[in-house]
């Protein structure tokens, strides 16, 4: 049969003849006999109408080309280069095997790191906690501003966060401090250092004490059961593995960048379920309403829904959703407790940053029907 | 003795449009299922396509490389690359000082500019030593990090001269490629004829493309401005409620414009500048000849990055082929090198894979010849 060989040494192809020998293919060209194993071949065809041989190792860049039609002789000793993987093709096995690989790491990623978070949170040395806390405190100083007028208004906030915290015996109540800042948006939320820091908006959204404590009382059981770090290291799992999988930098170090910047401080729904049972918790074991903070995830939905959800503050948004954990509040609220602070000490932290700027959205809503100030 | 096949042209692109999309939609779908995995594979299946239906004087070229090259190179770049990647972005935030982290971070983003360039080095170098056409293999000779530099250098003049040392660049960068790529033991040459400047015929073309980027650019900021002034007064947008989002939708909007009025304005540069360098390549004294068009080179890259929009990247390599279809159809060789006398390559094989690149995701998903 005719074909085509180049012999890998120069750039041109001879004529040849070949023959399928039942063991080896022999190419003839003038006086020269070659003889290929086919074990040791395969296809690089042109897919347009000519078969390609070559040795597989070592490539020394000799060719066998002959047209197509010849395929049957070809298949009759050699089935096993008629198979796609002759041609470099991939089996199934691999495909799977990769699929294996690939779904094994993002479950060590995704799954594994957001299992040992809390351990390796805990871990973490208090100089990169510190770190962290202060990337956080360049964040919070960009968008809000100290109040020079709220210092007995912080005074009040911190005396009642740490009588609420003594009640249950928090571990970290000498260590966590509640800043007032002025903000445009109302919010709260807690920083890897064990501040606290409550916006002025926030402040003027409530029309109780108790709807304030029922947050801050939210933000201390993040804390206590150190939902910030193990976020952190979540959202560094994450990118890591976004990172390596993908193959470029881009996804991976957004999420990473915005693990250790506030707007990546978003919880887990599970964490802010905890720390929403936790902080109730403390509020029992004080002596406060429950009712208070179910009024304040009522107010939090009219916001959402007034503001849009575009402009919600991500430490609200982030909240599941705000009816349910009403209910859930309003379940456990009970009547004829004292408010948590005096008239006196409302209105002085209701004056703190000279009060709310504006009316926040649903700040003129009516009333929650579970009553919107006196105690409950 | 020789039997040269007798071509209806020297290049010539026989693969269909319809069978690349095929195996681009299986890939895109596998690298889907294997979380990006499959991309060695996929890329690897993509190019032996796309090689083996590359004829040259009527004989295929032949992409020799394997995926398993190609993930061995990722993971050769894991240590190089990720790892200080990672230490950079993840671990200096919270282990080093503000300022000190920032100064590296700053280091790590003006470092990788050289290393984009190496790594591209590298990248060509595997590609050329996994091509083979008559069994003959091609290489690139010369240091990554020489070239590296040398780009450095050159991406240091274009900024300073607000962009106008562009063309000049990307002959320098053109020759220092071509210069050292061989074809078995024959090294193509990077020359002008006749004393001609390298640049020939490139200069208008670019200040076309200058200035229309420049005059469409302002355009769009009005443009933008005219359209969000048009959908706040008709009550579509509410300016007070979202002033900082109307801020954004415009300079998104506008520069949408500008990347618009980039792509078409300097359109005929890159079809004089592909001209160009081809005229400047030689092989044992053979030509080449690219007959690059504007408006037909402006058609297959608006298809192309349809394609890479609307697939969100995932069939890039369909705009790849384009590209390399639109090339080789409109190439042609002036005179024949004495192929008789062209022997194997002595180059050593690249066995790095393409490392870096895949990192910085430079081909298209294809490759770079």
């Given at each position: 049969m005719q074909a085509r060989y180049a012999d890998g040494r120069a750039a041109i192809f001879s004529e040849a003849e070949i023959e399928f020998a039942p063991e080896k293919l022999i190419i003839r060209t003038g006086e020269r006999a070659i003889e290929w194993a086919y074990a040791d071949l395969s296809r690089t065809?042109?897919?347009?109408?000519?078969?390609?041989l070559r040795r597989r190792k070592p490539d020394t860049g000799e060719r066998l080309?002959?047209?197509?039609?010849?395929?049957?002789?070809?298949?009759?000793?050699?089935?096993?280069?008629?198979?796609?993987?002759?041609?470099?093709?991939?089996?199934?096995?691999?495909?799977?095997?990769?699929?294996?690989?690939?779904?094994?790491?993002?479950?060590?990623?995704?799954?594994?790191?957001?299992?040992?978070?809390?351990?390796?949170?805990?871990?973490?040395?208090?100089?990169?906690?510190?770190?962290?806390?202060?990337?956080?405190w360049s964040q919070v100083n960009a968008f809000t501003a100290q109040c020079d007028d709220s210092d007995e208004a912080t005074q009040i906030l911190n005396d009642l966060a740490y009588r609420i915290m003594e009640r249950s015996n928090v571990p970290e109540r000498d260590d966590i401090w509640i800043t007032v800042a002025d903000a445009g948006f109302p919010n709260a939320f807690a920083l890897p250092d064990n501040s606290i820091i409550v916006t002025d908006e926030l402040i003027g959204l409530a029309e109780h004490p108790d709807e304030l404590t029922g947050v801050l009382a939210h933000e201390i059981a993040h804390i206590e059961h150190?939902?910030?770090?193990?976020?952190?290291?979540?959202?560094?799992?994450?990118?890591?593995?976004?990172?390596v999988v993908f193959g470029g930098a881009g996804a991976g170090q957004a999420i990473a960048i915005a693990s250790v910047n506030l707007a990546g401080l978003r919880y887990s729904r599970g964490d802010e379920s905890d720390a929403d049972s936790r902080g109730m918790d403390y509020l029992d074991a004080a002596g406060i309403s429950t009712a208070g903070i179910a009024r304040m995830f009522n107010r939090f939905e009219a916001y959402e829904e007034e503001a849009g959800a575009g402009d919600i503050p991500s430490m609200l948004s982030s909240h599941p959703a705000s009816r349910e954990r009403a209910v859930a509040a309003q379940a456990r609220a009970r009547e004829g407790l004292a408010p948590s602070l005096d008239d006196r000490q409302w209105r002085i932290v209701q004056q703190a940053c000279g009060g709310a700027d504006e009316p926040a959205p649903g700040e003129e809503r009516e009333a929650p029907e579970t009553g919107a100030t006196g105690a409950d | 003795m020789t039997a040269e096949a007798a071509p209806s042209q020297t290049f010539a692109h026989s693969g269909k449009f319809f069978n690349v999309l095929g195996l681009?939609?299986?890939?895109?779908?596998?690298?889907?299922?294997?979380?990006?995995?499959?991309?060695?594979?996929?890329?690897?299946?993509?190019?032996?396509?796309?090689?083996?239906?590359?004829?040259?004087?009527g004989d295929p070229l032949e992409y020799t490389g394997s995926a398993g090259e190609l993930f061995r190179g990722f993971l050769i770049s894991l240590p190089c690359f990720f790892l200080p990647a990672i230490f950079v972005f993840y671990i200096a935030p919270i282990a080093m000082e503000p300022v000190a982290a920032g100064w590296l971070t700053f280091g790590f983003y003006i470092f990788s500019v050289p290393l984009i360039a190496a790594a591209r080095f590298w990248m060509r170098r595997y590609q050329l030593s996994r091509t083979r056409w008559r069994g003959i293999r091609l290489g690139l000779a010369g240091s990554a990090w020489g070239f590296a530099a040398a780009s450095w250098g050159w991406w240091v003049l274009q900024t300073l001269s607000l962009g106008w040392?562009?063309?000049?660049?990307?002959?320098?960068?053109?020759?220092?490629?071509?210069?050292?790529?061989?074809?078995?033991?024959?090294?193509?040459?990077?020359e002008t004829r006749n004393g001609e400047s390298p640049q020939k015929g490139m200069w208008w073309p670019f200040a076309m493309g200058w200035f229309g980027t420049a005059i469409g650019g302002v355009l769009s900021f009005i443009f933008a401005g005219a359209i969000l002034a048009g959908l706040t007064m008709a009550g579509l947008i509410n300016v007070e409620d979202g002033g900082m989002m109307v801020g954004f939708l415009a300079i998104v909007l506008a520069g949408a414009f500008t990347a618009i009025a980039y792509f078409i304005s300097f359109a005929p540069y890159r079809a004089a500048a592909m001209n160009r360098i081809a005229a400047q390549i030689t092989i044992d004294g053979a030509r080449f000849?690219?007959?690059?068009?504007?408006?037909?080179l402006l058609g297959f890259e608006t298809l192309g990055w349809l394609f890479l929009i609307f697939s969100l990247g995932l069939l890039t390599p369909v705009a790849g082929f384009l590209q390399v279809r639109y090339i080789l159809n409109r190439l042609e060789l002036i005179e024949a090198p004495r192929f008789a006398e062209i022997g194997q390559s002595v180059l050593a094989d690249s066995d790095a894979g393409e490392s870096l690149g895949d990192a910085f995701d430079l081909d298209m998903g294809v490759g770079v010849i």
């Amino acid at each position: 049969m005719q074909a085509r060989y180049a012999d890998g040494r120069a750039a041109i192809f001879s004529e040849a003849e070949i023959e399928f020998a039942p063991e080896k293919l022999i190419i003839r060209t003038g006086e020269r006999a070659i003889e290929w194993a086919y074990a040791d071949l395969s296809r690089t065809d042109d897919h347009n109408g000519r078969i390609v041989l070559r040795r597989r190792k070592p490539d020394t860049g000799e060719r066998l080309m002959f047209d197509d039609w010849n395929d049957e002789q070809l298949a009759a000793v050699a089935p096993q280069l008629m198979k796609p993987r002759a041609q470099g093709v991939e089996g199934r096995r691999t495909v799977v095997a990769l699929m294996t690989l690939a779904w094994s790491l993002a479950g060590a990623f995704l799954i594994g790191i957001p299992f040992a978070a809390d351990p390796m949170a805990r871990a973490m040395p208090e100089k990169y906690r510190t770190q962290i806390a202060d990337i956080s405190w360049s964040q919070v100083n960009a968008f809000t501003a100290q109040c020079d007028d709220s210092d007995e208004a912080t005074q009040i906030l911190n005396d009642l966060a740490y009588r609420i915290m003594e009640r249950s015996n928090v571990p970290e109540r000498d260590d966590i401090w509640i800043t007032v800042a002025d903000a445009g948006f109302p919010n709260a939320f807690a920083l890897p250092d064990n501040s606290i820091i409550v916006t002025d908006e926030l402040i003027g959204l409530a029309e109780h004490p108790d709807e304030l404590t029922g947050v801050l009382a939210h933000e201390i059981a993040h804390i206590e059961h150190n939902h910030i770090m193990r976020n952190v290291v979540r959202q560094i799992g994450a990118g890591i593995f976004f990172d390596v999988v993908f193959g470029g930098a881009g996804a991976g170090q957004a999420i990473a960048i915005a693990s250790v910047n506030l707007a990546g401080l978003r919880y887990s729904r599970g964490d802010e379920s905890d720390a929403d049972s936790r902080g109730m918790d403390y509020l029992d074991a004080a002596g406060i309403s429950t009712a208070g903070i179910a009024r304040m995830f009522n107010r939090f939905e009219a916001y959402e829904e007034e503001a849009g959800a575009g402009d919600i503050p991500s430490m609200l948004s982030s909240h599941p959703a705000s009816r349910e954990r009403a209910v859930a509040a309003q379940a456990r609220a009970r009547e004829g407790l004292a408010p948590s602070l005096d008239d006196r000490q409302w209105r002085i932290v209701q004056q703190a940053c000279g009060g709310a700027d504006e009316p926040a959205p649903g700040e003129e809503r009516e009333a929650p029907e579970t009553g919107a100030t006196g105690a409950d | 003795m020789t039997a040269e096949a007798a071509p209806s042209q020297t290049f010539a692109h026989s693969g269909k449009f319809f069978n690349v999309l095929g195996l681009a939609l299986k890939n895109a779908g596998l690298t889907i299922l294997t979380l990006t995995m499959y991309r060695f594979w996929a890329r690897t299946s993509m190019r032996r396509r796309l090689w083996s239906r590359t004829w040259v004087l009527g004989d295929p070229l032949e992409y020799t490389g394997s995926a398993g090259e190609l993930f061995r190179g990722f993971l050769i770049s894991l240590p190089c690359f990720f790892l200080p990647a990672i230490f950079v972005f993840y671990i200096a935030p919270i282990a080093m000082e503000p300022v000190a982290a920032g100064w590296l971070t700053f280091g790590f983003y003006i470092f990788s500019v050289p290393l984009i360039a190496a790594a591209r080095f590298w990248m060509r170098r595997y590609q050329l030593s996994r091509t083979r056409w008559r069994g003959i293999r091609l290489g690139l000779a010369g240091s990554a990090w020489g070239f590296a530099a040398a780009s450095w250098g050159w991406w240091v003049l274009q900024t300073l001269s607000l962009g106008w040392y562009t063309p000049a660049a990307r002959i320098n960068r053109a020759r220092l490629m071509w210069e050292n790529t061989r074809f078995g033991d024959q090294p193509f040459q990077f020359e002008t004829r006749n004393g001609e400047s390298p640049q020939k015929g490139m200069w208008w073309p670019f200040a076309m493309g200058w200035f229309g980027t420049a005059i469409g650019g302002v355009l769009s900021f009005i443009f933008a401005g005219a359209i969000l002034a048009g959908l706040t007064m008709a009550g579509l947008i509410n300016v007070e409620d979202g002033g900082m989002m109307v801020g954004f939708l415009a300079i998104v909007l506008a520069g949408a414009f500008t990347a618009i009025a980039y792509f078409i304005s300097f359109a005929p540069y890159r079809a004089a500048a592909m001209n160009r360098i081809a005229a400047q390549i030689t092989i044992d004294g053979a030509r080449f000849r690219l007959k690059a068009k504007t408006l037909s080179l402006l058609g297959f890259e608006t298809l192309g990055w349809l394609f890479l929009i609307f697939s969100l990247g995932l069939l890039t390599p369909v705009a790849g082929f384009l590209q390399v279809r639109y090339i080789l159809n409109r190439l042609e060789l002036i005179e024949a090198p004495r192929f008789a006398e062209i022997g194997q390559s002595v180059l050593a094989d690249s066995d790095a894979g393409e490392s870096l690149g895949d990192a910085f995701d430079l081909d298209m998903g294809v490759g770079v010849i």
